[in-house]
């Protein structure tokens, strides 16, 4: 930092309920009538995510690579959150080579 310029760094809080109705639409994209299912997946890997990283939530990449690796589908939605919370450097490379196929 120069001397004489101060960096003000302004955190907003975002509730839970807003990040799931920001979510909504890829939910409802990639599962259609299980959107709901899909999101309280990922309310439960906010409340893993704040016991393991101290964290309110994951960061967004992470919830991208969720979306990815899931495919649509609800039993590698359950895989890619537990990976999410176990080694998230795992479910980049995950999402990675499935985002090189297509």
């Known amino acids: 930092m120069l001397a004489g310029t101060h960096e003000t760094v302004i955190a907003m809080a975002i509730s839970r309920a807003d990040r799931r109705a920001a979510r909504?639409?890829?939910a409802s994209e990639l599962?259609?009538?299980n959107a709901a299912v899909a999101l309280d997946l990922l309310e439960l890997v906010e409340l893993a995510w704040h016991d393991c990283y101290d964290e309110v939530s994951p960061p967004?990449?992470?919830i991208?690579?969720?979306w990815i690796v899931s495919?649509?589908?609800?039993p590698n939605l359950v895989r890619a959150?537990?990976?999410?919370?176990?080694?998230?450097r795992d479910l980049?490379?995950?999402a990675d080579s499935?985002?090189?196929i297509s």
């Open 60 to 62: 967004d990449e992470v």
């Open 24 to 26: 909504a639409d890829r």
């Open 98 to 100: 499935l985002t090189e």
């Open 71 to 74: 495919e649509g589908n609800l």
């Open 81 to 88: 959150a537990r990976l999410a919370v176990e080694d998230f």
């Open 92 to 94: 980049r490379i995950a």
């Open 64 to 66: 991208d690579d969720i």
């Open 31 to 33: 599962f259609g009538k």
